[in-house]
């Protein structure tokens, strides 16, 4: 997990940084992008660190109080769902990486993202295919974007309880989809995904279609009852 930021060190382009995002596939909720830099390996290791969908709700708490208290720096970022429907998901996930690392207190000599290229970081930066199964910055900024988003869903929970989300977190469970089509959708679900859409138009009327809403994003088009079990762990 350590073998990116060890070589990197050693290298003279640390400090390295970690960038993830947790929420991109909900339908409902915030978009959270976390950056992430442990410093030094001696000062840095984390034992346990991996992909944060891979930790049960218990080990990603337990992980995250040691992030946040021994990283040498972190942040996160809230991307609430209406800037996502207004701007769209993908720009809002990049976006929100350059301000996530913007607003770290010490500036990355080297970044590594998760999977994809991230356009305007001031550092030199390296996209990692599963990043936050193999580098330990990246899977620590997994951590902290997941445990940040579940708190807040659990949050929207109170205030939200007929569509669960304390429990799926706003990913596309049947129970969820069962509940969107019951109630309809709250302030908090994201009109540009296909399955809120198509429920908004059939509240508006017949002479609504979800073709019309803009972007729509097909990650929600599927279930997703397996994307998240550790959250239910």
């Avoid at 991996?50 to 040691?66: G, H, I, N």
């Avoid at 910055?137 to 939200?160: F, N, P, Q, W």
Wanted: proline share 6%; aromatic share 6%.
């Amino acid at each position: 997990m350590y073998a990116y930021e060890r070589v990197l060190e050693r290298s003279g382009l640390g400090p390295v940084a970690g960038v993830d995002e947790a929420g991109r596939g909900a339908c409902a909720g915030p978009l959270v992008v976390a950056a992430v830099i442990l410093g030094p390996e001696r000062r840095g290791r984390i034992e346990g660190l991996a992909d944060s969908k891979l930790l049960t709700a218990a080990r990603r708490e337990r992980l995250y109080d040691q992030i946040t208290t021994r990283a040498m720096a972190w942040h996160a970022l809230v991307v609430p769902c209406g800037e996502i429907d207004r701007i769209g998901l993908h720009r809002c996930n990049i976006a929100g990486m350059r301000r996530a690392l913007a607003g770290l207190s010490v500036d990355p000599g080297y970044v590594l993202t998760d999977g994809f290229r991230v356009p305007g970081i001031c550092s030199p930066a390296l996209p990692v295919p599963k990043g936050d199964q193999v580098a330990a910055c990246v899977a620590a900024a997994s951590i902290v974007a997941k445990v940040t988003r579940d708190r807040i869903m659990t949050e929207l929970h109170e205030g939200y309880p007929m569509y669960g989300f304390g429990v799926h977190k706003g990913y596309v469970t049947r129970a969820h989809a069962a509940a969107l089509e019951e109630h309809g959708p709250c302030p908090e679900h994201r009109l540009s995904f296909v399955n809120v859409a198509r429920v908004a138009a059939a509240e508006a009327g017949p002479e609504n279609d979800a073709s019309d809403t803009g972007e729509i994003d097909w990650e929600a088009s599927h279930y997703e009852d397996t994307a998240d079990q550790a959250d239910v762990a």
